[in-house]
């Protein structure tokens, strides 16, 4: 969503958003459409041994070791796991937030051409979601790093610098 909100306050200063495994928003909805429908098609009941607590009204996740094993890096190196687990912490969708924002617009965000590029092992956000997402929310090009989780840029490094490049090769 972070490039999103750049492309949106910025967008003569970018060629090309690309989203690699993450959430599109589009101008027809608010920003948290997109959130709201993941959540919705994969329940927080289903984060496995994650913690969800509550700040008030806002919703923080902490994700379990096993969450992150089995749905985010299942396919990246032991190595990168463990340094996962020392370094996790609570993090938002921050729904709450873009309930309230108003929609990105067609000037701004819609002007940016969008990428995408589908992890096509990814547990976290599967296929099919990424697949809505890619219609909804209206990407100029995708590209499939095969073989990679949610963590691409651990799981296949060197196919995602492909797919990246490739991109940037088009637009830049």
């Known amino acids: 969503m972070s490039i999103a909100l750049a492309m949106e306050k910025f967008p003569e200063k970018i060629a ?14 608010k920003p948290s459409y997109v959130l709201q429908e993941y959540i919705e098609r994969y329940p927080p ?12 009204t806002k919703m923080v996740i902490l994700p379990g070791i096993n969450f992150l094993a089995t749905k985010f890096f299942q396919l990246s190196s032991i190595e990168d796991l463990e340094l996962v687990k020392l ?17 990105f617009s067609k000037k701004g965000y819609e002007s940016v051409r969008r990428a995408y590029i589908v ?19 209206g990407i100029d090009v995708v590209n499939v790093v095969n073989g990679a989780d949610h963590m691409a ?7 995602l610098c492909v797919c990246l490049l490739d991109i940037v090769d088009k637009y830049a």
Do not use: C, Y
């Open 119 to 137: 992890t096509n092992e990814d547990l976290a956000v599967p296929v099919e979601f990424q697949q809505w997402m890619i219609q909804n929310g």
């Open 45 to 56: 009941s289903g984060w496995l041994d994650s913690e969800i607590l509550f700040d008030g």
């Open 16 to 29: 090309v958003g690309i989203f690699i495994a993450a959430f599109i928003p589009d101008t027809n909805h």
């Open 153 to 159: 840029m651990f799981s296949k490094p060197q196919e």
């Open 87 to 103: 370094l996790k912490r609570t993090g938002s969708f921050f729904i709450e937030d873009l309930s309230e924002a108003k929609n």
